[in-house]
Nanobody
Framework: QVQLVESGGGLVQAGGSLRLSCVAS????????MGWYRQTPGNQRELVAG???????NYADSVKGRFTISRDNFKNTVYLQMNSLKPEDTGVYYC??????????WGQGTQVTVSS
């Protein structure tokens, strides 16, 4: 079973930047399309950004042009560079596989709080 550990969150002012990291424990990581998800209180997790095993990327409209997802398969790590942060970006960020049937147990996530 792959374990996912997210880190890099914190408190930042609007307009600031953060870089999130997600380390997966298993080598199977490299063949999976991966995504970063955001959850806010009372809401379901929503996909923020995704990256295919070959590096193709897609983004939610709300973060296009501000967020960049990347991956390092040698390090079993996926990153999310977040720039020009807005208060509405606040939430707990998780990573996991994009395809539901290939997902692993969710990690603890990392809290991102953007103050206005």
């Amino acid at each position: 079973q792959v374990q996912l550990v997210e880190s890099g969150g914190g408190l930042v002012q609007a307009g600031g930047s953060l870089r999130l990291s997600c380390v997966a424990s298993g080598s199977i990581f490299s063949i999976n399309a991966m995504g970063w998800y955001r959850q806010t209180p009372g809401n379901q997790r929503e996909l923020v950004a995704g990256i295919g095993s070959g590096g193709s990327r897609n983004y939610a409209d709300s973060v296009k042009g501000r967020f960049t997802i990347s991956r390092d398969n040698f390090k079993n790590t996926v990153y999310l560079q977040m720039n020009s942060l807005k208060p509405e970006d606040t939430g707990v960020y998780y990573c996991n596989a994009l395809v539901p049937v290939t997902r692993w147990d969710w990690g603890q996530g990392t809290q991102v709080t953007v103050s206005s």
